[in-house]
């Protein structure tokens, strides 16, 4: 009987660890390879977004962020999510983003970089690093929108909507 418990026990814990989300892979991407995604994703308008564990506004803004394009997707919008985390960081990264980001969204990205300051210059002139950062792509690739520092989800929604 005992071995029995021990067993089921086991199951249980196997089953239930088998339903948590698995942290999904953080995909290095550097500053030309960002410009190779937002071709990729030509024909469709793109929301850019910069986070990283240690800001608490991006954790607070992300889940927003992922219901607008739950919700703007069928109409033609793409979420790219990039961590701003160090490398060193990747696995708190993976670990925050698992619950928040569904599958469905695809690749989920961290920023591969040695100078962090021609990284972000790269993305647009002025943004400097700060998070959380996202930036809007109309269905060429054209940059329409950069919203830098915390800034209400609506207005984000505002600009998307007129590229949809």
């Not at 919700?71 to 990747?90: F, K, T, W």
């Not at 591969?112 to 060429?140: C, V």
């Amino acid at each position: 009987m005992i071995r029995f418990a021990a067993l089921a026990a086991c199951l249980a814990a196997f089953t239930l660890a088998a339903q948590q989300p698995s942290a999904p892979k953080l995909t290095p991407l550097t500053l030309d390879g960002y410009s190779g995604l937002i071709s990729a994703h030509r024909g469709h308008v793109v929301l850019a977004t910069f986070w990283a564990t240690y800001c608490i506004p991006c954790r607070a803004e992300l889940p927003e962020l992922v219901k607008l394009a739950t919700s703007l997707h069928p109409r033609g919008l793409d979420l790219l999510v990039i961590s701003a985390d160090d490398a060193d960081q990747e696995p708190q990264a993976r670990k925050f983003i698992a619950p928040k980001i569904p599958s469905a969204f695809g690749p989920l990205y961290i920023k591969s970089t040695k100078d962090d300051d021609k990284y972000a210059a790269g993305i647009h002139a002025r943004w400097q690093g700060e998070l959380p950062a996202n930036f809007i792509y109309d269905r060429t690739g054209r940059k329409e929108g950069a919203f830098i520092g915390e800034v209400p989800t609506k207005n984000i929604q505002a600009v998307i909507e007129r590229f949809l």
